[in-house]
Protein backbone atom coordinates (compact mmCIF):
# COMPACT_ATOMS: atom_id res chain seq x y z
CA UNK A 1 0.00 0.00 0.00
CA UNK A 2 1.86 3.30 -1.10
CA UNK A 3 0.99 6.59 0.94
CA UNK A 4 1.69 10.21 0.96
CA UNK A 5 1.81 12.13 3.85
CA UNK A 6 2.00 15.49 4.55
CA UNK A 7 3.96 17.50 7.02
CA UNK A 8 4.34 21.18 7.91
CA UNK A 9 1.03 23.36 7.36
CA UNK A 10 0.30 25.97 10.14
CA UNK A 11 -0.59 29.02 10.70
CA UNK A 12 2.05 32.30 9.39
CA UNK A 13 1.87 35.52 9.00
CA UNK A 14 2.06 37.54 5.88
CA UNK A 15 5.55 37.87 4.63
CA UNK A 16 6.42 34.75 6.40
CA UNK A 17 7.76 31.41 5.55
CA UNK A 18 6.92 27.60 6.15
CA UNK A 19 8.34 24.33 4.15
CA UNK A 20 5.81 21.72 3.80
CA UNK A 21 7.33 18.01 3.28
CA UNK A 22 5.84 15.03 1.72
CA UNK A 23 6.82 11.41 2.44
CA UNK A 24 6.12 8.52 0.32
CA UNK A 25 6.09 4.90 1.59
CA UNK A 26 4.47 1.49 0.81
CA UNK A 27 6.29 -0.93 -1.74
CA UNK A 28 7.50 1.81 -4.46
CA UNK A 29 9.71 0.57 -7.48
CA UNK A 30 9.91 4.27 -8.81
CA UNK A 31 8.39 7.57 -8.28
CA UNK A 32 8.10 10.23 -11.25
CA UNK A 33 6.78 13.27 -11.21
CA UNK A 34 6.22 15.01 -7.67
CA UNK A 35 3.75 18.16 -7.02
CA UNK A 36 2.16 19.87 -4.38
CA UNK A 37 -1.69 21.19 -5.20
CA UNK A 38 -3.58 23.27 -3.07
CA UNK A 39 -8.02 24.57 -2.90
CA UNK A 40 -8.69 27.12 -1.06
CA UNK A 41 -12.38 26.95 0.14
CA UNK A 42 -15.15 27.76 -2.66
CA UNK A 43 -12.24 27.25 -5.57
CA UNK A 44 -10.94 24.35 -7.58
CA UNK A 45 -7.83 22.37 -7.15
CA UNK A 46 -5.12 23.88 -8.51
CA UNK A 47 -1.19 23.06 -9.57
CA UNK A 48 1.52 24.84 -7.30
CA UNK A 49 4.57 23.10 -8.17
CA UNK A 50 5.96 20.07 -10.03
CA UNK A 51 9.51 18.53 -10.00
CA UNK A 52 10.39 15.80 -12.31
CA UNK A 53 12.20 12.56 -11.64
CA UNK A 54 15.56 14.06 -12.96
CA UNK A 55 14.78 17.54 -11.04
CA UNK A 56 13.00 19.75 -13.68
CA UNK A 57 10.48 22.36 -12.30
CA UNK A 58 7.53 24.26 -13.16
CA UNK A 59 5.57 26.28 -10.87
CA UNK A 60 2.56 28.40 -11.34
CA UNK A 61 2.45 32.32 -12.27
CA UNK A 62 1.42 33.05 -8.56
CA UNK A 63 4.26 31.17 -6.52
CA UNK A 64 6.87 32.00 -8.87
CA UNK A 65 10.16 33.62 -6.86
CA UNK A 66 8.62 32.63 -3.68
CA UNK A 67 7.87 28.70 -3.45
CA UNK A 68 10.90 26.93 -4.14
CA UNK A 69 10.12 22.83 -4.86
CA UNK A 70 12.42 20.29 -4.19
CA UNK A 71 12.74 16.33 -3.42
CA UNK A 72 15.23 13.92 -2.13
CA UNK A 73 14.74 11.07 -4.14
CA UNK A 74 16.74 8.20 -1.79
CA UNK A 75 14.39 10.05 0.99
CA UNK A 76 11.64 9.58 -1.42
CA UNK A 77 10.39 13.11 -0.33
CA UNK A 78 9.22 16.30 -1.67
CA UNK A 79 9.60 19.90 -0.18
CA UNK A 80 7.71 22.84 -1.00
CA UNK A 81 9.45 26.01 0.78
CA UNK A 82 6.96 28.54 0.88
CA UNK A 83 8.67 32.42 1.20
CA UNK A 84 6.89 35.81 1.00
CA UNK A 85 3.74 34.28 1.89
CA UNK A 86 0.19 36.32 1.34
CA UNK A 87 -3.11 35.90 2.51
CA UNK A 88 -4.51 34.41 -0.77
CA UNK A 89 -1.91 31.38 -0.27
CA UNK A 90 -4.17 30.39 2.51
CA UNK A 91 -5.81 26.52 1.25
CA UNK A 92 -5.16 22.97 1.80
CA UNK A 93 -1.91 21.56 0.29
CA UNK A 94 -1.68 18.53 -0.86
CA UNK A 95 1.21 15.88 -2.22
CA UNK A 96 0.39 14.30 -5.35
CA UNK A 97 2.93 11.68 -6.86
CA UNK A 98 3.18 9.32 -10.09
CA UNK A 99 4.37 5.92 -8.39
CA UNK A 100 5.30 2.67 -9.78
CA UNK A 101 4.89 -0.34 -6.73
CA UNK A 102 6.45 -3.38 -6.28
CA UNK A 103 4.39 -5.72 -8.51
CA UNK A 104 2.60 -2.86 -10.06
CA UNK A 105 1.92 -0.40 -12.37
CA UNK A 106 1.76 3.47 -12.21
CA UNK A 107 -0.54 5.22 -10.77
CA UNK A 108 -1.56 8.91 -9.59
CA UNK A 109 -1.51 9.19 -5.32
CA UNK A 110 -2.68 12.23 -3.24
CA UNK A 111 -1.79 12.95 0.42
CA UNK A 112 -4.37 13.72 3.21
CA UNK A 113 -3.34 17.41 2.79
CA UNK A 114 -2.01 19.93 5.17
CA UNK A 115 -3.81 23.45 6.15
CA UNK A 116 -2.03 25.96 5.44
CA UNK A 117 -3.22 29.70 7.07
CA UNK A 118 -1.81 33.10 6.05
CA UNK A 119 -3.13 35.97 8.30
CA UNK A 120 -2.39 38.19 11.04
Known amino acids: QVQLVESGGGLVQPGGSLRLSCAASGSIFSIYTMGWYRQAPGKERELVASITSSGLTRYVDSVKGRFTISRDNAKKMVYLQMSSLKPEDTAVYFC??????????????WGQGTQVTVSS
Open 96 to 109: NADIRSSGRGTYNY
